[in-house]
């Protein structure tokens, strides 16, 4: 069965102080892996796709890379207005037109 | 553009009692889709519309749940009759070809 989890469940960091989300993996083939960021009150938002191993992507403070078990989502140097929910999700040979979610990491970032 | 609109945003029913959720799509978004979020678990895929046609409904938890899409335009998910366990978030989304998918912002139902 595809699984997706995500790690860790909780993050705080001072502001300037960078860090890493994981995204790990178990799925039957892999068909791409998208980041979101969630804010309180508010559907995901798209952030990155990543299709293969070894791709990487970039958006202001945030890095996404993949590998073929997981993936990571760096944060340089953060802000409080990173402060949300971030989720990954997967799509696979299996699941068809679904996306398969994590359960996300919680990001606060203090000033 | 205007993004994915869902309503209501919030809605508390009785246990036994029916309720519509709708979802207005990005325009000219072929691709809808509702996915749900209970409490303490990961967003969960319900179905996939391409145009008017259901692509993929494998996500739907039984037939209480009941979606439709009026002229490949908005669409609606009806509950009925709702139990408690169908408390959550209901999420819909829109693409169009290979894009990301753009969110709503969620139907929080809340069943009593």
């Known amino acids: 069965e595809d699984q997706v989890t995500q790690s860790p469940e909780a993050l705080r960091l001072q502001e300037g102080e960078s860090s890493s989300l994981n995204c790990s993996y178990t799925v039957s083939g892999l068909r791409g892996l998208f980041w979101y960021r969630q804010d309180p009150g508010k559907g995901p938002e798209f952030l990155f796709t990543?299709?293969?191993a070894g791709e990487e992507k970039e958006k202001e403070r945030l890095k996404a890379t993949l590998t073929k078990k997981e993936s990571f989502l760096h944060i340089t140097a953060p802000k409080p207005e990173d402060s949300a929910t971030y989720l990954c999700?997967?799509?696979?040979?299996?699941?068809?037109?679904?996306?398969?979610f994590g359960k996300g990491t919680t990001l606060s970032v203090s000033s | 553009e205007a993004g994915v609109t869902q309503f209501p945003s919030h809605s508390v029913i009785e246990k036994g009692q029916t309720v519509t959720l709708r979802c207005d799509p990005i325009s000219g978004h072929d691709n809808l889709y509702w996915y749900r979020r209970v409490m303490g678990k990961e967003i969960k895929f319900l179905l996939h519309f391409v145009k008017e046609s259901k692509q993929d409904e494998s996500g739907m938890p039984n037939n209480r749940f009941l979606a439709e899409r009026t002229g490949g335009t908005y669409s609606t998910l009806k509950v009925q009759p709702a139990e408690l366990e169908d408390s959550g978030v209901y999420f819909c989304?829109?693409?169009?070809?290979?894009?990301?998918?753009?969110f709503g912002s969620g139907t929080r139902l809340t069943v009593v």
């Open positions: 989304a829109s693409s169009q070809g290979g894009g990301g998918y753009t």
């Open positions: 999700a997967v799509h696979t040979n299996q699941a068809g037109t679904a996306l398969i």
């Open positions: 990543l299709y293969s």
